[in-house]
T-cell receptor, first 112, second 113 residues
Framework: DTGVSQDPRHKITKRGQNVTFRCDPI?????LYWYRQTLGQGPEFLTY????????KSRLLSDRFSAERPKGSFSTLEIQRTEQGDSAMYLC??????????FGNGTRLTVT | AQSVTQPDIHITVSEGASLELRCNYS??????LFWYVQSPGQGLQLLLK??????LVQGIKGFEAEFKRSQSSFNLRKPSVHWSDAAEYFC???????????FGTGTRLQVFP
């Protein structure tokens, strides 16, 4: 069990650029989640997958955000035309059904 | 709507003192309840969880929490705090079958020697 892995750990980008983050879940976990955490707040749910199916998306996930999990293993989260308000920690988690979430260390995004 | 309230934004205790972090939730049925801990710049680590059964649950690092349905609370306790417990603590509520969690805003714990 190598845990949930996220890449990169940090990303600095200029406003208007596109960014993509990757998450590798624990290998036997069929559920994968994306959360966003801003300073001084708890994580906020963005979306989750069961295998390759995206089952729920939060209203926080604007049309500039897209997440994929093409083969039911790793997932990517892309943000197009980044805005300063997108600066946050993006957390990925994975789980088995009805089991606790295991979180990665996150990707910290700074939009300048 | 589901929600979690952590009334204490920041708590300071002396090493060796006891600790209680408060958590209140709003949920239509019996929820799944969790406490996570986050060190600076890190992800969240699960301390303990309540799904059903015994309302007093034991977790890692000497933490425990008690589910009180009548008070809609799930407070986290530790009898003797260690300096390494300094971190941010998040309470979360989850719905069965989705595992989607709603988090509180967190309580930052400082420990003085």
């Amino acid at each position: 069990d190598t845990g949930v892995s996220q890449d990169p750990r940090h990303k600095i980008t200029k406003r208007g650029q596109n960014v993509t983050f990757r998450c590798d879940p624990i290998s036997e976990h069929n559920r994968l989640y994306w959360y966003r955490q801003t300073l001084g707040q708890g994580p906020e749910f963005l979306t989750y997958f069961q295998n390759e199916a995206q089952l729920e998306k939060s209203r926080l996930l604007s049309d500039r955000f897209s997440a994929e999990r093409p083969k039911g293993s790793f997932s990517t989260l892309e943000i197009q035309r980044t805005e300063q308000g997108d600066s946050a920690m993006y957390l990925c988690a994975s789980s088995l059904v009805d089991s606790p979430l295991h979180f990665g260390n996150g990707t910290r995004l700074t939009v300048t | 709507a589901q929600s979690v309230t952590q009334p204490d934004i920041h708590i300071t205790v002396s090493e060796g003192a006891s600790l209680e972090l408060r958590c209140n939730y709003s949920y239509g049925a019996t929820p799944y309840l969790f406490w996570y801990v986050q060190s600076p710049g890190q992800g969240l680590q699960l301390l303990l969880k309540y799904f059903s059964g015994d309302t007093l649950v034991q977790g890692i690092k000497g933490f425990e929490a008690e589910f009180k349905r009548s008070q809609s609370s799930f407070n986290l306790r530790k009898p003797s705090v260690h300096w390494s417990d300094a971190a941010e603590y998040f309470c979360a509520v989850g719905a069965p079958n989705t595992d989607k969690l709603i988090f509180g805003t967190g309580t930052r714990l400082q420990v003085f020697p």
